[in-house]
Every structure is written in structure tokens, then in C-alpha cells.
């Protein structure tokens, strides 16, 4: 079965600090894993995904996320946090076996991130 | 390159009415997903369609629930009978097609409130 688990609710760092958000999984199949941003009151933005290839993969404002296979673990990052960067952040999973249902993503929780000036 | 659009923004029902909720996908995609987010919870998929074609509603409620996509005009969700448990965003995405790496492009969704 697909799923995805973000640990962590809440994340909270200062203004220019690195930041992290981490997100692990379990799938059938290879994955395809994304991460999305929710502002309040807004639809989903993507940020990035990973399907192949390197396993460090650039994305929209500055994120970046590492794909880690053995650990099973996609975390998003950024060298450097804003206070615009204070937000809903989920991480999502799709299948590629098979046996999973193509087209389906599964979402974790979502973290909240908060940014302090 | 208008983005995935919904309609309406928000929609207040009371117990027992129908309530319907539109998209239109981005343009050049003819692949649409329905999911539903419950307060302080991820999302949850509920309908895949292509044009004319119901592709997978395992997340569908079996009973009040119904999508469909036309060949020509938007994807409609449809609930009937809305009761509070409801109460939700709903979001719609759309796509080029399931190949691998396909990114989902989410709309601003539609809030239901039942009262």
C-alpha cells in the first residue's frame, strides 16, 4: 500500500537559518514523489519532484529535496528560510508498479512551516 | 496559460441540498482528479476521469457522490443530499496523462460549508 508520513506538524525557524521539512514513504514500485506548498485559503502550488536520475532535485523558490532510497525519505530543504516561505507544505507519492493505481497521489499530513523574522 | 479554474470559490448548503462543484482543467490537459481536504488533514483522493471516461472512484463515497467530464465544458462533482460531515475543501487537478512524472496542477478549490 501507498503512503506517505510527515513527521513533523510544526517547523518553526529563523529568517535566514537552513530549513527542513522531512517526508518518508512506502510504495510499490518505484516512486514519484513531490512536494506541494498551500498557501491559506489558496489551492496547491508544486514546488518540485523527483522521478529519476539525481537524487538531489532543484525546485521553485530556492527548495531543494534529497531523495534518499535506502531511507526511504524525501525531505524538502532550503539553504536559507524567508518569512514568505511561512506556510503548508505537503509531500505526496504516486506508484509506478502494476499493481498501484496510476494517476492517484497519496499526501501526508502536511507540515506547517513558520518563518520568524 | 490559464491555470486550473473552479467554481464556485465557496458554496454554503444546507443539510439535504445538492451541491455541485465545477473545474476546468488547464488547457492541453485532459486528465482531472478529485480530492477532499477535512480540517487539519492531508488530502484525500476521491475520482480520477479522462474525457468521457470515470478512470478510477475507488475514493468515492458509494452512495450521494457522483463526477463526471463531458467531452465538451467542465468537470462536475456532484453531492446530493449534502450533510455536515461534508463540509470540506474540495480541490481539482489536472494533467497531461499518467506517464511517469507527471505533475498534477492543483486549483484554488471550492470550500463547502453544510449547515
Known amino acids: 500500500a501507498q503512503s506517505v508520513a510527515q513527521p513533523e506538524d510544526q517547523v518553526n525557524v529563523a529568517e535566514g537559518n537552513p530549513l527542513t521539512v522531512k517526508c518518508t514513504y512506502s510504495?510499490?514500485?518505484?516512486?514519484?514523489l513531490f512536494w506541494y506548498v498551500q498557501y491559506p485559503n489558496r489551492g496547491l502550488q508544486f514546488l518540485l519532484k523527483?522521478?529519476?536520475?539525481?537524487?538531489l532535485v532543484k525546485g521553485s523558490y530556492g527548495f531543494e529535496a534529497e531523495f534518499n532510497k535506502s531511507q526511504t525519505s524525501f525531505h524538502l530543504k532550503k539553504p536559507s528560510a524567508l518569512v514568505s516561505d511561512s506556510a503548508l507544505y505537503f509531500c505526496?507519492?504516486?506508484?509506478?508498479?502494476?499493481?498501484?493505481?496510476?494517476?492517484?497521489?497519496?499526501f501526508g499530513r502536511g507540515t506547517q512551516l513558520t518563518v520568524w523574522p | 496559460n490559464a491555470g486550473v479554474m473552479q467554481n464556485p470559490r465557496h458554496l454554503v448548503r444546507r443539510r439535504g441540498q445538492e451541491a455541485r462543484l465545477r473545474c476546468s482543467p488547464m488547457?492541453?490537459?485532459?486528465?482531472v482528479y478529485w480530492y477532499r481536504q477535512l480540517p487539519e488533514e492531508g488530502l484525500k483522493f476521491m475520482v480520477y476521469?479522462?474525457?468521457?471516461?470515470?478512470?478510477?472512484e475507488s475514493g468515492m463515497p458509494k452512495e450521494r457522490f457522483s463526477a463526471e467530464f463531458p467531452k465538451e465544458g467542465p468537470s462536475i462533482l456532484r453531492i446530493q443530499q449534502v450533510v455536515r460531515g461534508d463540509s470540506a475543501a474540495y480541490f481539482c487537478?489536472?494533467?497531461?496523462?499518467?506517464?511517469?512524472?507527471?505533475?498534477?496542477?492543483f486549483g484554488p478549490g471550492t470550500r463547502l460549508t453544510v449547515l
Open positions: 487537478a489536472s494533467s497531461t496523462g499518467t506517464q511517469k512524472g507527471d505533475t498534477q496542477y
Open positions: 510504495v510499490s514500485g518505484n516512486p514519484y
Open positions: 523527483y522521478i529519476t536520475g539525481d537524487n
Open positions: 505526496a507519492v504516486r506508484g509506478s508498479d502494476r499493481g498501484s493505481t496510476l494517476g492517484r497521489l497519496y
Open positions: 488547457k492541453g490537459h485532459s486528465h
Open positions: 476521469l479522462q474525457k468521457e471516461n470515470i478512470i478510477d
